[in-house]
């Protein structure tokens, strides 16, 4: 550092320093700007996700009761249906034989 005159070599530092401590200044702000968009970004994508779950899942209960019901309306029409049957062997049987009944 002869090229510059008493205490150069201590200016030329502090200018090196400072440079250095502008880049680091200029790329942590940098990196919390990104950070700040990609957390806002995760956030939306968190209640997008949940808003859907909620979605699904009341969709679902809502078909587990509507399976209910229809599983108890197929054993009412399978109860009638035994009982049409044996009407139908009834009068059936009352042709055959109109003087047994």
Wanted: glycine fraction near 6%; proline fraction near 2%.
């Amino acid at each position: 550092m002869e090229f510059l005159p008493n205490g150069g070599a201590g200016i030329l530092v502090a200018l090196i320093s400072m440079l250095s401590s502008l880049a680091t200044q200029k790329a942590s702000s940098r990196a919390s700007r990104i950070e700040k968009r990609e957390s806002g970004r995760l956030a939306m994508e968190n209640e997008a996700y949940i808003r859907a779950r909620n979605f699904d899942i009341e969709t679902i209960k809502r078909q587990a009761q509507m399976l209910s019901e229809l599983r108890i309306d197929i054993d009412t029409c399978r109860d009638e249906t035994r009982e049409l049957r044996s009407q139908l062997k009834a009068c059936e049987e009352a042709l055959k034989n109109p003087e047994g009944g």
